[in-house]
């Protein structure tokens, strides 16, 4: 089956522009998780959405959004972006609780 | 606070012998963790994992340990070979209720295995 999907891989924006980044979860899989991931600092979460409802957040600023819709895609968006806002991010999906996560293949935003 | 530590950064080990990672971990709720394997430019991928109810979990070459009074874990990979040079990743869950779980990871430890 598919597995999780995220677009675009790539993204070059220019400081105080927005972005929106989409995820596709594994069929089935209602649990949608967003990391950030620079270096030197591993996988940080930034928030997981079940149900289309945000059940977790990561201390990230509020210019970190997201959501999750029926179809259990989700997008997140990130306003009046910064220098350091460039990173990997990466979305996961689960099944259930205590069920390892199936990451996509990331999306590399580059802020200048 | 990071809850979940991988204090090295890299390791590097000759072909055929064994590498070891460790993570280290704080929250005693954590119940369940998890080893991923990243290569650059793509997501982590699942390796294998542990409930808190086992202290060893094997799956071919790999062998993850877990030492619940010590809150520790480590990942061994025997043989070692030169294409699991990657970063791996550990990660915790938490004893959750609902439907949803949320993953700690650790930074990493990036692992070169030389021919």
């Known amino acids: 089956k598919a597995g999780v999907t995220q677009t675009p891989r790539y993204l070059i924006k220019t400081r105080g522009q927005q972005v929106t980044l989409s995820c596709s979860p594994i069929s089935g899989h209602r649990s949608v998780s967003w990391y950030q991931q620079t270096p030197g600092q591993g996988l940080q979460f930034l928030f997981e959405?079940?149900?289309?409802?945000?059940?977790n957040k990561g201390n990230f600023p509020g210019r970190f959004s997201g959501r999750q819709f029926s179809n259990s895609r989700s997008e997140m968006n990130v306003s009046t972006l910064e220098l350091g806002d460039s990173a990997l991010y990466l979305c996961?999906?689960?099944?259930?609780?205590?069920?390892?996560?199936?990451f996509g293949q990331g999306t590399r935003l580059t802020v200048v | 606070d990071q809850q979940v530590k991988q204090n090295s950064p890299s390791l590097s080990v000759q072909e055929g012998r064994i590498s070891i990672l460790n993570c280290d971990y704080t929250?005693?709720?954590?119940?369940?963790f998890l080893w991923y394997k990243k290569y650059p430019a793509e997501g982590p991928t699942f390796l294998i994992s542990?409930?808190?109810?086992?202290d060893k979990n094997e799956d071919g070459r790999f062998t993850v340990f877990l030492n619940k009074s010590a809150k520790h874990l480590s990942l061994h990979i025997v043989p070692s070979q030169p294409g699991d040079s990657a970063v791996y990743f550990c990660?915790?869950?938490?004893?959750?209720?609902?439907?949803?779980?949320?993953?700690?990871f650790g930074t990493g430890t990036k692992l070169q295995v030389i021919p």
């Open positions: 990660a915790a869950i938490p004893t959750v209720s609902g439907g949803y779980q949320k993953v700690t």
């Open positions: 959405y079940f149900s289309e409802t945000q059940r």
């Open positions: 929250n005693s709720m954590f119940d369940y």
């Open positions: 996961a999906s689960s099944l259930a609780i205590n069920t390892e996560a199936f």
């Open positions: 542990i409930s808190s109810i086992k």
